[in-house]
């Protein structure tokens, strides 16, 4: 797709202001890096880093019947959040596969801005999606609504063009963003939310990520996002906060050992055989995709996601390599990378499930040739929380 076709984001201009290099991702025209992936891989791991998430798609789910709506189309018990936590969940196929993943808030009642023109009873309800998927997604959740006649007091809104998106993650995340703040930040636990102010700006700030690493992600007013990555480049200056592309994006999430959707899963790859059956709640009552996932857990997985790091030189493994052992192909890998972190050749593989195990061998077939493979245990990077 053509630079010109692509979506932009508000913030387009600060990027380049910066010096960033520009790419197509999803359908959006964003920055791939500034100073470089390693520079901003390290410096979210050991400072703070700022991301623009305003590609992020974001849904509105709201009514009297929003919550036995949303305990049906997603796997994780939506009936378990208080106003104000959030949780990973997926919306799934019947046979098992993975629309998307998502995050799902149950709202705060005093989170004015996200739907100030709109009265609604019950419960609201925050999705959040993967960029590329937002539209199919949006249709998803309302061909879902329109099949059950049961739930008719339930409202589905693609409310991604109004809200504007960043992520301050790192070990100083927390501290930079209290400056600009009179939340008390480092009391929100991990996956909750609150309705508050950074830098005058209203906000939903949510202790999420993306990363490892401890920090905030932030919706706003999309009008008033510069504004908010403004302060926050500015307050964090001190503390050595750099801007962050996708390209270390993904090297983050990768030794954090974080799915990315089209990877990790997909409508061929279930949450089960990802590593993500802790998502899956069989007990809540009933759910889409919920009897073929019962069925495949019943038979035993046929596949399972294992994390691996090169044990001899070969290149870096990438998306889509073969893996193999004894003599024939028993997978492929999902994602790969250099690790900036570890200085390792890391990588997740999809494998069956009979060759995985910590520890155990297979071969990386990159660019035609076998690459030699142990299996570590994961995640790859994990923070320390002391």
Not at 82 to 94: E, I, N, R, T, V
Not at 102 to 110: E, M, Q, S, T
Not at 246 to 257: H, I, K, S, Y
Not at 294 to 315: M, S, T, Y
Request: hydrophobic content about 45%; aromatic content about 6%; some cysteine.
């Amino acid at each position: 797709m053509e630079p010109s076709a692509l979506k932009r984001t508000p913030l387009e201009h600060r990027h380049l202001a910066l010096g960033a290099r520009m790419t197509a991702f999803a359908g959006w025209w964003m920055p791939v890096q500034y100073q470089g992936i390693l520079a901003e891989h390290l410096a979210t791991r050991t400072r703070a880093g700022l991301f623009d998430l305003c590609h992020m798609g974001q849904v509105l789910v709201t009514g009297a019947d929003a919550l036995p709506f949303l305990q049906w189309v997603t796997p994780n018990d939506v009936a378990a959040l208080a106003p104000g936590q959030a949780h990973y969940s997926m919306l799934l196929y019947p046979h098992g596969g993975v629309v998307d993943d998502i995050l799902v808030y149950r709202l705060p009642a005093d989170l004015a801005f996200l739907d100030a023109d709109h009265a609604t009873t019950g419960d609201r309800y925050l999705v959040v999606v993967n960029a590329a998927n937002t539209e199919q997604d949006v249709v998803w959740l309302q061909e879902r609504r329109a099949e059950r006649a049961d739930l008719a007091d339930v409202t589905v809104r693609d409310i991604s063009a109004s809200i504007g998106m960043l992520a301050v993650q790192g070990p100083r995340a927390v501290a930079i963003l209290q400056r600009l703040t009179p939340a008390d930040l480092a009391s929100v636990p991990s996956f909750s939310a609150v309705a508050t102010t950074v830098a005058d700006v209203p906000v939903l700030a949510a202790r999420t990520g993306y990363t490892g690493e401890d920090g905030f992600e932030l919706y706003c007013p999309i009008e008033q996002v510069g504004v908010l990555w403004d302060a926050v480049l500015a307050a964090g200056e001190p503390d050595g906060l750099v801007p962050v592309g996708l390209g270390a994006r993904d090297t983050l999430r990768l030794e954090a050992c974080l799915p990315l959707y089209g990877n990790e899963l997909s409508p061929e790859i279930t949450p089960l055989e990802a590593g993500l059956g802790w998502v899956v709640k069989f007990n809540k009552g009933d759910f889409i995709g919920r009897s073929a996932l019962l069925a495949q857990k019943e038979r035993g997985i046929p596949r399972k996601l294992v994390g691996f790091r090169l044990v001899e030189r070969g290149g870096v493994p990438r998306s889509h390599c073969p893996v193999v052992a004894d003599g024939r192909e028993i997978g492929m890998v999902t994602s790969g990378t250099t690790s900036p972190t570890l200085r390792q050749q890391i990588g997740l593989a999809l494998i069956a499930r009979e060759y995985a195990g910590v520890g155990r061998s297979f071969a990386v077939v990159i660019r035609g040739t076998p690459v030699a493979a142990e299996q570590v245990k994961t995640p790859f990077y994990k923070r320390s929380t002391a």
